[in-house]
């Protein structure tokens, strides 16, 4: 699975961006998808992640501020974010777990995009 996110930029404290991350390549079955972020010398955080069948999971940070969306049939998601902080500033990255039949045996996979840089200024 190939992951292309999108979206990312410079934006001031306060304003909004919208993320989006469009999979692509030889999958059966997309299944859970997702954002995480992550700054320099730190771990990688989960952000939010959407099931396929649109249930979602925020991390509390994001909780009031962020909305992840996903598109089925473009398999695609979003991460809308709303009264960012300069604390959101991280390079964010796109994953997507998926499921192949190989030899008529599924196989799962956790695939990670490039990763997208946002940069929220004070």
């Known amino acids: 699975v190939q992951l292309q996110a999108s979206g990312g930029g410079l934006v001031q404290a306060g304003g909004s961006l919208r993320l989006s991350c469009e999979a692509s390549?030889?999958?059966?079955?997309?299944?859970?998808m997702g954002w995480y972020r992550q700054t320099p010398g730190k771990q990688r955080d989960l952000v939010a992640t959407i099931s396929r069948y649109g249930g979602a999971n925020y991390a509390t940070f994001a909780m009031a501020r962020f909305i992840i969306s996903r598109d089925t049939v473009k398999n695609t998601i979003s991460l809308q974010m709303y009264n960012l902080e300069p604390e959101d500033t991280a390079v964010y990255f796109c994953?997507?777990?998926?499921?192949?039949?190989?030899?008529?045996?599924?196989?799962?996979?956790?695939?990670w995009g490039q990763g997208t840089l946002v940069t929220v200024s004070s």
């Open positions: 994953t997507a777990d998926s499921t192949t039949l190989e030899h008529g045996r599924p196989v799962s996979k956790t695939s």
């Open positions: 390549g030889r999958f059966d079955r997309l299944d859970d």
